[in-house]
Structure formats: C-alpha cells, structure tokens
C-alpha cells in the first residue's frame, strides 16, 4: 500500500476497532455535534459523506432521513449495527469513494462532512470531492465542512503526544511539510491487553479559512457563516481548533 493510500487502511481492521473505542467515549460531544446540526440543516434529504460508524447520522436520521457513505466496510458494518440498535428506519447505507459519488445530481438538500473527512488527496482530487458534493446537492441546499484549524494547530503545535485510554496506548507524532501544505502523523497504537502494535502515517493537506471559501466559491458553494465550534462560537483564526463552513448551493 502506497503511503498516499493510508485512508484505506486508517478505519479498517485493529485502526477500525481503535476509532470505535475512542468513538464510544465521545457521546456528549456527538449530541452537541448533533443539536447544532439539526439546527442549521434543512428539511430534507441529507449525505453524511464519510459517515464513519454512524456516530451522528444514526443520531440525525430520528427526526429526517439520512444517507451514510463512507469507503471503510468496517465502518460501515458497525454504522448498520448502531442504526438497527437504534431502530432507524429513514436511514440508508452506501459504500463508495468520495471522489466519485453514485448518486445523481441535485438530490440532496443537505450534505455534511464531519470531523476532518476532507483533504486526503492530491489537490486535484480534493478539489473534485468538492465538485462532487456540489453536484448531488440541489440549489440552495446547505453543505456544513468541519474541519481542523491550521492557525490554531501551528499556534499550539505538538510534536509528540502520549496518550493512555482504556485498552491502548496512543503514540502520535507530527511534522509539517510547508512546501506541500501538509501535516503528516505518525500513529503508534498499542493494545495493552496483548501487546499488539500497529503503525501508520497519515498525511492532511493544511486548508485556512481563505482557502476552503475559495475552494468552495469555485463549486458554486457560497460561505453564508462560519463557526469555530459545535456550540456556535464565532471562527477565531488564532483560538478556534475547528473551522465549520455552512455553505449554500447557488444556481
Ligand atoms: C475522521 S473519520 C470521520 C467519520 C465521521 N464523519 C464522524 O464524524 O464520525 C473519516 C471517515 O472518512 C472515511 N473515508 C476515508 N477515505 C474515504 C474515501 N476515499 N471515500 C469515502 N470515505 C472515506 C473513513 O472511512 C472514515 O469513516
């Protein structure tokens, strides 16, 4: 597997089983992740593009209907486990890439992206993830992007972390590489119950506010507000880790 390739192999097999035990710890964020949500979407049909487990459109989907997509079939296995377990019934799962959506175009009035499920390619490719959410969604209907903030993240940068949470032992290590805008991880995850290490880099091309509005305007998605935080903080360059964009399709 090619370095470039890490996203096939970060949410599948031990890296799967390691995110849902850090995901199972994360309910109150996901509820307040939730709430802001069903505040700013519309009615409607909604895309949770790179659904992940399931862990907010499972939430989501009691009140409108959803559609998780995401490429990890181990992510997907556990998104349809936690829906079954919640008795959703408005709530459809797909596999497929993001670069590629099988859908046609204009269907859905909302198209979220959550949790920095976005700059995993080269920058052609990332571009044409954003074509792509812009094409299925219907005019006026709202996009919300989440992702990190590199002015917060250079601000407090870490070199190293050491993390101990339940069964693993987290070891991350990070650089940035400024000619290509990138962060590039270093995960070490140790299972303490048997001593299993699993190792994988992972690498997040570096998008600031300016850029993804630009990114977006050139896909006729429209920034109408932007929040440094799930609980409507307004976007600070300096002290918000996140950068949540709610755009709007334009005709
Ligand atoms: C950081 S997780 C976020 C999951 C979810 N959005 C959440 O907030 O819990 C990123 C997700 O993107 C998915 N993903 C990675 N590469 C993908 C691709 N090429 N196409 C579709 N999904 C992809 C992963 O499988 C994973 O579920």
Redesign the pocket.
Known sequence: MQMHDW?KKM?EGKFGEFWLKQ?EGWGETSELQASFLREILEKGLTL?H????G??SVLLADSMPVVG????RF?LQAAKKKAKQAGRENFYLIR????HLPFKHGVFDNVMN????FG?FSDEENRMVIREVSRVLQSGGTFVLDMFNPGWMVRNFRERDWDENGQYLTLEERSIHWKEKKLKTRWIIIDKRNGEINEITIDLKLYDLEELKELLGEEKLETVKVYGSFKKEEFNEAKSNRIIIISRKQQ
């Open positions: 996203y949410f995901i949770d790179c659904c992940g487990p862990r907010i997509l995401d490429l990890s992510f497929a890439d993001m670069r959550l949790w920095t499920s995993y």
